[in-house]
T-cell receptor, first 115, second 114 residues
């Protein structure tokens, strides 16, 4: 079965410090991977995606993600965290054994950035 | 460009009733997907519509159904509501249907079943 795991329910960082939100995946074939962010009482916002090519993907709001095929990971990173980055982050994969645009999401990681 | 809109934003229904939720995608987007978000199960895919045809369906009972109109607007219907159907229902649109297309989500409809 294809799946996504986010091993940390919560990540706490101080403003200005680098942040990492972890994601590992289990898929057959080449993965299509995504990161989304959800602010309270709002829908999900697309941050970035990995389809193919460079292992380091740059996205919105200064976020980037590193694809590592050997470790089946797709960790989200930011060099310097902001208090406004505090939100719920979801990693997702588009399963190749299904048609269309369906996403399988991880359980989510709450990022808390303190001032 | 306007984002994905969902109506209504909040809904309270009684067990056994049925409900219809509406979603208007971003202009030019032809694919609409629906997801259910609950604290226990997280985000789960319900179904996707593309060019008025159901492209894919998640693992939900037949009480959950949907449709898409020629202008790409979509509706989902839940019949015979159960308490466990209480959730945030999210609609997402994408330019086309396929694994590489990112989805843009609406704010969701919060459904409470009493």
């Amino acid at each position: 079965a294809q799946s996504v795991a986010q091993p940390e329910d919560q990540v706490n960082v101080a403003e200005g410090n680098p942040l990492t939100v972890k994601c590992t995946y289990s898929v057959s074939g080449n993965p299509y991977l995504f990161w989304y962010v959800q602010y309270p009482n709002r829908g999900l916002q697309f941050l970035l995606k990995y389809i193919t090519g460079d292992n380091l993907v740059k996205g919105s709001y200064g976020f980037e993600a590193e694809f590592n095929k050997s470790q089946t990971s797709f960790h989200l990173k930011k060099p310097s965290a902001l208090v406004s980055d505090s939100a719920l982050y979801f990693c997702a994969v588009s399963p190749l054994n299904q048609a269309g645009t369906a996403l399988i999401f991880g359980k989510g990681t709450t990022l808390s950035v303190s001032s | 460009k306007a984002g994905v809109t969902q109506t209504p934003r909040y809904l309270i229904k009684t067990r056994g009733q049925q409900v219809t939720l509406s979603c208007s995608p971003i202009s030019g987007h032809r694919s609409v997907s629906w997801y259910q978000q609950t604290p226990g199960q997280g985000l789960q895919f319900l179904f996707e519509y593309f060019s008025e045809t159901q492209r894919n369906k998640g693992n939900f009972p037949g009480r959950f159904s949907g449709r898409q109109f020629s202008n790409s607007r979509s509706e989902m219907n839940v019949s015979t509501l159960e308490l466990g159907d209480s959730a945030l229902y999210l609609c997402a649109s994408s330019f086309s249907s396929g694994h590489s297309y990112e989805q843009y989500f609406g704010p969701g409809t919060r459904l409470t079943v009493t």
